[in-house]
Antibody, heavy 119, light 107 residues
Framework: QVQLQESGPGLVKPSGTLSLTCTVSGGSISSSYWWTWVRQPPGKGLEWIGEIYHSGSSNYNPSLKSRVIISVDKSNNFFSLKVTSVTAADTAVYFC????????????WGQGILVTVSS | DIQMTQSPSAMSASVGDRVTITCRASQGVSNFLAWFQQKPGQVPKRLIYAVFTLDTGVPSRFSGSGSGTEFTLTISSLQPEDFATYYCLQHYSYPRTFGQGTKVEIK
C-alpha cells in the first residue's frame, strides 16, 4: 500500500519561498502516476496546484504558474513543491497525492501539512 | 478554466434521508468527473471516478450519474458516517478544478 508523506517548514515569511517534499513509500515514483499537489486554505475548499510525471512532464494551475515549480527525484523516490513570493493568501494545508495515468483524479493522499505565511 | 459549481453549498439532512448533490461544469468534461468526501481534519477521500465508478470499499449507497456538464452524487440512505463535505473534480482539462464543496450536516 503506497504511503505519501509531506514534510517541510510550517512557517514561511512573506515574500519568501515555500518548499515542501512528498516522500513516497510502498511504491515507485517511476510508476505510471501523476504526482500531484493540492492545497486547502483554512476553512475553505480544495485548489489543484499542479502535477508531475516521473519523466518530468508537468502541468500547473495558471493562477500560480509563475510562482510554482514541481520537481521529481527518482533516485530518492520523492517529489517537491516550491512556491515563490508567498503571501498570507498562500497559507493552507498542502496535500500531496497521486492519480494513475488513466484516471488522474488522485486516489491516494498524504496527510497534509499546514504552512502558515507570517512574519 | 472550467468552473465547477456545486449545489447546494450546504444542507441539513437526517439519517436515512436520500441526499442529492449536483455539480455543473461551465463546459463539457466528458466523463472525467470524480467525487471526494472530506471529514473535518481529515484527508479527502475519492469516492467515485469516471462519473459513476465507485472506488474499492465505498458503500453502494453512494452513486454517481450525469454527463457533459451536469453531474450528480446521490447517497441513497444517509448514514451517520456520511456527514462530511463533498467535492466534485473535473480532470478533463487543465487546470483541474474542484467544486466549492457541499457540506452535509445533521438535521
Amino acid at each position: 500500500q503506497v504511503q505519501l508523506q509531506e514534510s517541510g517548514p510550517g512557517l514561511v515569511k512573506p515574500s519568501g519561498t515555500l518548499s515542501l517534499t512528498c516522500t513516497v513509500s510502498g511504491g515507485s515514483i517511476s510508476s505510471s502516476y501523476w504526482w500531484t499537489w493540492v492545497r486547502q486554505p483554512p476553512g475553505k475548499g480544495l485548489e489543484w496546484i499542479g502535477e508531475i510525471y516521473h519523466s518530468g512532464s508537468s502541468n500547473y494551475n495558471p493562477s500560480l504558474k509563475s510562482r510554482v515549480i514541481i520537481s521529481v527525484d527518482k533516485s530518492n523516490n520523492f517529489f517537491s513543491l516550491k512556491v515563490t513570493s508567498v503571501t498570507a493568501a498562500d497559507t493552507a494545508v498542502y496535500f500531496c497525492a497521486r492519480g494513475d495515468i488513466a484516471v488522474s483524479a488522485p486516489a491516494d493522499w498524504g496527510q497534509g501539512i499546514l504552512v502558515t505565511v507570517s512574519s | 478554466d472550467i468552473q465547477m459549481t456545486q449545489s447546494p453549498s450546504a444542507m441539513s439532512a437526517s439519517v436515512g434521508d436520500r441526499v442529492t448533490i449536483t455539480c455543473r461544469a461551465s463546459q463539457g468534461v466528458s466523463n472525467f468527473l470524480a467525487w471526494f468526501q472530506q471529514k473535518p481534519g481529515q484527508v479527502p477521500k475519492r469516492l467515485i471516478y469516471a462519473v459513476f465508478t465507485l472506488d474499492t470499499g465505498v458503500p453502494s449507497r453512494f452513486s454517481g450519474s450525469g454527463s457533459g456538464t451536469e453531474f450528480t452524487l446521490t447517497i441513497s440512505s444517509l448514514q451517520p458516517e456520511d456527514f462530511a463535505t463533498y467535492y466534485c473534480l473535473q480532470h478533463y482539462s487543465y487546470p483541474r478544478t474542484f467544486g466549492q464543496g457541499t457540506k452535509v450536516e445533521i438535521k
